[in-house]
């Protein structure tokens, strides 16, 4: 029947023209000019004739498949119980519909004149063409959702016509349905005081009493248009049930409550801080809470002061713009300093690792790490890159030293080293793809992070010990303090004080940025120990090339919104120039940001600083940086100078905007 069908529908007529054609072209080269006219002529009659009789034959086979339809459809007491129609499936033309898709359309007199995409506008028959039955995309027709099968009818013979039969389910209420459960699902919501206890310090019982309902009118406020189930769980812990229907409402407004709970502060003035972490799709209440107590603690490592959703991918973030605040408590410090001094001593053997291009606060608080394993009676190694780093000058002192030959390796030796009891710290970094060596922490199932970035999505895990405390100035000052209440004085070498000492001024600039309480206790412990802060001087200073250089970058920046300062180089630069001009552009008055971008092989290496209300580690995440509120930095792979310069305005642009 498909032979029959095929036939009467496209006959192959193209090789008779062919033929015909070549006659009249040989009359015409044989000089027969009557002969080719009248050959041409009868041609044209011919093709003519040909096109009338293929356009009858079209009507002829559409009204036999119509009528072989109604005929089926009557004999049977009823058509099928879905729209289908007939369609070709080079140019759509509609060859057969039954009364079901013909009373959906509208277009039942017309019908046997019509294409398929005048019916349904973009809808691609490509699909079938390409073999599959079901369409990828749903059809829309009367404010009613179809799914859409098919199936291809070929010819027996060689013609090539193709043929798509076409059936619409209504899922109308399935998709409804589906969508409503979709809406209706929990999210689970996990509301933290940042700084409670230091709100309530020093209060009466009857101040306490007082700002927790003032806390709690705000919560309450912020929930009442959810529907949802409030709990307090602590004195500074909520939990929160809604339905995801109301999470959109949440972003849009940005969360509102962040910033609602600044207007809430103690009688000495300091306002509220709040975080969120919720999670979102988990496959039961356990695991969404799961994913909202991941979130909680990807805020705090981020600062506090921010919302972040958790779902089954990845997470975001929302807030967190204002600068950290110091909630950090000794206590923890303490207890990781026991923690890690204990797994010291079990393993077989230690590695200290920092990220790539080390600079002087890696260096500093992995030269600390290792006086906690000697204090241990376990050698360490620090895993770093001889060649490429920032801390060349204290290295060579570092070598010098006795206890310490032949201390530094490579990432590859490390590897041929490490055995199943052994044990990875990284310091200053907690993003896999910015270790020194990422095989090695890879291979070492035990991983210790000590760290003071803001942690990013993809930070390391999983982790045995973790001190990421984002408040801190810098890995050296965590460091510092994890030897207070492991080691005694004179366990601490005096290039081991001073390699601190330089992490802590090279990442405060000196005690001019980022810098709290805790790190002035630092310093001044590193000051008993024998640092010496103009030895330590004498190790970030430039030679008269290198000076020369950093102005010349520094003449090179244009102004953006009249206090952003951005450097774009088009030729190479060294890490420690780079930073040093971003630090040195916010001496100019009226500069708030600097941003230095240079080219460095494949990549386009980006140093931020900041001093007033820019989060340049906000800036430069969506570029893949990292980083503090002050300082951060990015690596963009793949990118030149100008490409990564467009989108880093973006990016500014879209911080300023929100």
Not at 508 to 529: D, P, Q, S
Not at 598 to 621: C, F, K
């Amino acid at each position: 029947m498909n032979r029959k069908l095929t036939r009467l529908f496209r006959p192959g007529m193209g090789g008779y023209f062919l033929v015909m054609g070549a006659f009249c072209v040989a009359a015409l080269v044989e000089e027969h000019y009557w002969l080719a006219a009248v050959e041409t002529a009868v041609t044209l009659l011919v093709f003519i004739l040909y096109i009338m009789n293929r356009t009858f034959r079209d009507r002829q086979i559409q009204s036999f498949v119509q009528s072989a339809a109604n005929t089926l459809e009557a004999t049977s007491q009823g058509e099928g119980p879905l729209p289908a129609v007939l369609v070709r499936l080079g140019d759509g033309g509609i060859i057969w519909a039954n009364h079901r898709f013909s009373e959906l359309t509208g277009y039942a007199d017309g019908m046997m004149e019509q294409h398929l995409d005048e019916i349904l506008p973009g809808f691609s028959t490509d699909w079938l063409a390409a073999g599959k039955t079901e369409c990828p995309e749903d059809a829309t027709m009367s404010n009613r959702r179809y799914r859409v099968y098919g199936s291809v009818i070929r010819g027996d013979d060689n013609l090539g016509t193709l043929l798509g039969v076409l059936y619409f389910s209504d899922l109308t209420e399935l998709y409804q349905i589906r969508d409503e459960y979709v809406r209706s699902r929990p999210v689970v919501c996990i509301i933290l005081i940042d700084n409670y206890e230091e709100l309530t310090k020093n209060l009466t019982e009857s101040g306490i009493s007082t700002l927790n309902a003032r806390l709690g009118d705000a919560i309450t406020q912020w929930t009442d248009g959810f529907h949802g189930l409030l709990r307090k769980l602590e004195r500074n812990r909520y939990l929160f049930i809604f339905e995801k229907r109301d999470l959109q409402t949440a972003v849009e407004n940005k969360f509102s409550l962040l910033e609602d709970i600044h207007e809430i502060s103690n009688p000495s003035g300091l306002p509220a801080s709040i975080s969120l972490g919720l999670g979102v799709d988990g496959a039961s209440f356990e695991e969404s809470f799961d994913f909202a107590s991941l979130g909680i603690e990807m805020a705090l490592s981020r600062g506090g002061d921010q919302a972040v959703i958790k779902d089954r991918v990845n997470f975001s973030f929302y807030g967190g713009r204002n600068r950290e605040a110091d909630y950090r408590s000794k206590v923890r410090s303490r207890v990781t300093a026991n923690s890690l001094m204990e797994l010291i001593g079990q393993s077989s053997h230690v590695f200290v690792m920092g990220h790539k291009n080390a600079d002087l606060d890696a260096l500093g608080a992995a030269v600390g790490m290792c006086c906690l394993c000697r204090k241990r009676g376990k050698k360490a190694n620090i895993v770093i890159d001889l060649e490429r780093n920032a801390a060349q000058n204290l290295i060579a002192e570092v070598m010098e030293d006795s206890h310490y030959k032949d201390i530094f390796i490579s990432g590859q030796d490390a590897l041929l080293m490490a055995d199943n009891r052994s044990i990875l710290i990284v310091v200053d970094t907690n993003r896999p793809d910015q270790v020194e060596c990422k095989p090695l922490l890879e291979a070492i199932s035990k991983v210790c992070v000590v760290d003071h970035h803001r942690r990013a999505a993809d930070y390391i895990n999983p982790v045995v010990v973790n001190l990421h405390e984002p408040y801190a100035s810098s890995a050296s000052e965590l460091v510092t303090e994890l030897l207070v209440y492991s080691v005694e004085k004179q366990d601490v070498l005096p290039i081991e004080s001073k390699a601190l000492m330089a992490g802590i001024c090279l990442d405060t600039k000196f005690f001019n940025v980022r810098t709290g309480e805790r790190t002035f206790e630092a310093a001044a412990v590193l000051r008993r120990l024998g640092a010496d802060t103009t030895e330590v001087k004498k190790l970030l200073q430039n030679d008269f090339q290198d000076t020369m250089a950093k102005y010349q970058i520094i003449k090179s920046s244009r102004l953006y919104r009249q206090e952003i300062a951005i450097a774009a180089l088009n030729t190479t630069t060294t890490r420690v120039l780079a930073a040093q001009a971003a630090d040195e552009l916010l001496n100019i008055s009226g500069i708030t940001a600097s941003f230095v971008l240079y080219p460095d092989e494949d990549q386009v290496i980006i140093s931020a600083r900041s001093i007033g209300s820019a989060n340049v580690q906000m800036i430069l995440e969506p570029l893949g940086g990292g980083g503090n509120t002050a300082t951060a930095g990015a690596q963009v792979k793949n990118s030149t100078v100008k490409e990564t310069l467009d989108r880093l305005v973006e990016s500014i642009d879209k911080f300023y905007e929100e």
